[in-house]
């Protein structure tokens, strides 16, 4: 499973555009990229998957290189509330059905957002 | 939406007590986890299980079972507690969705301390 690097920390203002990007250089061909986000006594919760180019949904964008070594979750205007713990995964979230290899997701040390008023 | 629901909230546990700890799904996902979480540590998975009465170790699997009689129910086990397993515990389900691969959606956490 491809190993992921991401900054342990990040400080931002609320209003502005947050970035916080991932590295995984040994990404696998099918392996797709996922981003949580983890409130503080609570289960993380899914934002974002992607496998190329680019995602956007209601809550935020992944950009994904060509070489997919990377990516990048773009958080636009953030506020107090976003606040959290992000987490980025690479995996075969297929994996091969019935193999026991399925859906298993390996979760780094993510990177604490702070946002300031 | 997607329901994960762990049985306790909070628990404190004495030394050597068999624990259990509960997790039920309201999806119908094949797939059941439970991780830990802790200070600097992250998460790391302990147990997984792929289909009833099946089961794969994850990285830390030492000092805890799993039981999956049910599809919608995953246990997790430890048979005689130690100070060490003092830790948050995560539930977690995902379903297999071919090409669109899967998301995982968690429980709210059981706090488990062992004294």
């Known amino acids: 499973l491809a190993k992921t690097t991401q900054p342990i920390s990040m400080d931002s203002y609320e209003g502005q555009e947050v970035n916080i990007t991932c590295s995984h250089n040994n990404i696998a061909t099918n392996d797709y990229i996922t981003w949580y986000q983890q409130f503080p006594s609570q289960g993380p919760r899914f934002i974002i998957q992607?496998?190329?180019t680019k995602v956007t949904n209601e809550v935020a964008s992944l950009f994904i290189p060509a070489d997919r070594k990377s990516s990048t979750l773009s958080l636009p205007r953030v506020s107090l509330s976003d606040t959290a713990v992000y987490y980025c995964l690479v995996g075969d979230p297929r994996g091969t059905h019935g193999s026991g290899n399925t859906g298993k997701l390996i979760f780094g040390q993510g990177t604490t957002l702070q946002v300031k008023p | 939406d997607v329901k994960v629901t762990q049985s306790s909230r909070y628990l404190v546990k004495r030394t050597g007590e068999k624990v259990f700890l509960e997790c039920v799904q309201d999806?119908?996902?094949?797939?059941m986890f439970w991780y830990r979480q802790d200070p600097g540590l992250g998460l790391r998975l302990i147990y997984f299980s792929y289909d009833v009465k099946m089961k794969e170790k994850g990285d830390i699997p030492e000092g805890y079972s799993v039981s999956r009689e049910k599809k919608e129910r995953f246990s997790l086990i430890l048979e005689s507690a130690s100070t060490n397993q003092t830790s948050m515990y995560l539930c977690a389900s995902s379903d297999f969705q071919g090409a669109r691969g899967n998301t995982i959606y968690f429980g709210e956490g059981s706090w488990l301390t062992v004294v």
């Open positions: 999806m119908d996902h094949e797939n």
């Open positions: 992607g496998y190329k």
